[in-house]
């Protein structure tokens, strides 16, 4: 944990300096005209600082009722940049002022004795910087630090994601104001690419590449100046993730890279052995990555650089993943998941043929096997016929694998109705009714009947008791199953159920 001490008290030692110890002289630090290299390194930082100014209006403002202020927001977004300018701003004031960079590790005795340094009259500020790591913080502060806290004191926590949710009990949201950090507007971000010396007719290029993140603006503007080395996407990529993402399967991070929003079935169904749900649950637990409806991605900037970093170094291995991506999906639209359609035109390697296609589907009208269709042709794929049969048996096989799983099969193709358990509760009435049509009479067919039954409906299913029970060696089971299966699908394939 490293902290800027309370200011503006002079006896109080600076941000990163040790105290003396009794009988030792500290060398000088001075330049000829008294500044030292902390108040030269505050000084450069603060005439490079542009944009943030109602945020900082606001978070100054004594007049504001927020106590607590939670100021999140993605990597690269500025945030402890903001906080170093706020806290400059607030000593320039008069205000006292105590700032905190947290690690996961430390110890937290250091917050509270921040907050009993400052004065206990009138305004101060406490600003608390990488939060998200620091698990028992929130419950901390709330327990043992805030409620003996003066009432002029407040608090500002700069994480990635919006801890708001730790805010809202025993009235403590009462005290809660948020300032989530957008990317910088176009005004803004030409004053940063400016005041770093890029020349204006380089801007434009650097706009697009950063669309607005301070981060990503400030790698362009050293590159372009020649103060960093090349490779923008990677270096980018190294400083927005840092060492999160060094654990991850590199399949899963390709996949997200491509789509902007994944859960485990789609990983599971992509990459053929991955335990999808682990895999989305390993994603949901990074800072980096951010809730998209009921599904997961990676920070838009993130995704872009780790998209680009994937064709740099294996473009072959990319266009074969977008190739499989988009199978999948159109199978599944196909299938009865229209609104995949939208995920599919992702899988379109380059922008300018995204936003023809998108336009396509936004119209209206398109099938799916147009949209995979076009989409292939971008990849420079034939498109394949279509096997529907061999759709239907997926489909059908999936279905009974889930059928004690109601939240897997209410998202099957199969399912109809409109709740969860309605949906899930249709496709076993389904699966059940197409079971005692699909065979017939004959010990074969009995037979059939049997493994399906006893394989995947019965509550203490399982493909090794039921081959044991029904006198078949493995071989012979597995081959039986899949013969019933594909019965089953061709019966339930000519049936066209109500949408009720």
């Keep these: 944990m490293t902290a800027t001490a309370l200011r503006p008290t002079p006896s109080r030692r600076r941000a990163g300096r040790p105290p003396a110890r009794p009988g030792t002289a500290r060398p000088a630090a001075r330049s000829a005209d008294g500044a030292s290299l902390h108040d030269l390194r505050e000084r450069r930082d603060a005439a490079r600082f542009v944009g943030r100014e109602p945020e900082l209006a606001r978070l100054l403002d004594p007049a504001d009722d927020a106590s607590i202020v939670l100021l999140h927001g993605p990597a690269g977004v500025g945030k402890s940049a903001l906080l170093r300018r706020l806290e400059q701003r607030a000593r320039d004031a008069g205000r006292p002022v105590a700032r905190l960079d947290l ?5 937290l005795t250091a917050v509270a004795d921040a907050v009993a340094a400052l004065p206990a009259d009138g305004p101060s500020l406490l600003l608390l910087d990488a939060t998200d790591g620091v698990v028992h913080l929130h419950g901390h502060l709330q327990r043992r630090v805030l409620p003996d806290a003066p009432a002029g004191l407040r608090v500002v926590l700069a994480a990635r994601r919006d801890p708001s949710a730790r805010w809202s009990d025993e009235g403590w949201d009462a005290l809660v104001a948020r300032i989530p950090l957008e990317p910088l507007d176009r005004t803004a971000a030409e004053a940063l690419l400016a005041q770093r010396g890029v020349p204006a007719e380089r801007h434009e290029r650097l706009l697009r590449w950063s669309r607005g993140l301070p981060l990503a603006l400030v790698l362009a503007a050293d590159a372009e100046q020649g103060a960093a080395p090349g490779g923008l996407a990677q270096e980018l990529l190294h400083r927005l993730a840092g060492d999160e993402l060094a654990a991850a399967d ?24 991955l335990d999808g749900d682990a895999a989305e649950a390993w994603l949901r637990a990074r800072t980096v990555s951010r809730e998209v409806g009921t599904r997961v991605g990676l920070h838009d900037h993130l995704r872009a650089a780790l998209a680009a970093e994937l ?23 196909t299938l009865g998941e229209p609104w995949l359609l939208d995920d599919l035109v992702e899988a379109v390697p380059t922008a300018a043929d995204r936003a023809a296609l998108r336009a396509v589907v936004a119209a209206g009208g398109a099938r799916p096997e147009d949209v995979h269709a076009r989409v292939l042709a971008t990849l420079g794929v034939a498109v394949p016929a279509v096997d529907r049969g061999a759709l239907c048996v997926a489909v059908v096989r999936d279905a009974l694998r889930a059928f004690h799983d109601p939240l897997t099969l209410a998202a099957s193709p199969l399912a109809r109705g409109a709740g969860p358990e309605e949906r899930a509760a249709s496709v076993r009435r389904r699966l059940a009714a197409g079971i005692e049509r699909a065979f017939g009479a004959t010990p074969d067919e009995q037979l059939q009947r049997a493994v399906l039954q006893r394989g995947y409906l019965d509550a203490d299913r399982g493909h090794g008791p039921a081959a044991r029970e029904l006198h078949l060696s493995r071989s012979a089971y597995f081959r039986r199953l899949a013969s019933a299966t594909e019965r089953l699908a061709l019966l339930l394939g000519q049936e066209r159920p109500s949408r009720a």
């Design 103 to 107: 690690d996961a590790g430390d110890d």
């Design 250 to 273: 590199p399949d899963v991070l390709a996949v997200t890279a491509i789509l902007p929003a994944v859960d485990g079935r789609l990983l599971a169904g992509v990459l053929p052995g």
């Design 311 to 333: 064709r740099r170094r294996a473009p072959l291995q990319e266009r074969a993943l977008r190739r499989t991506i988009a199978d999948h999906l159109h199978q599944r639209a």
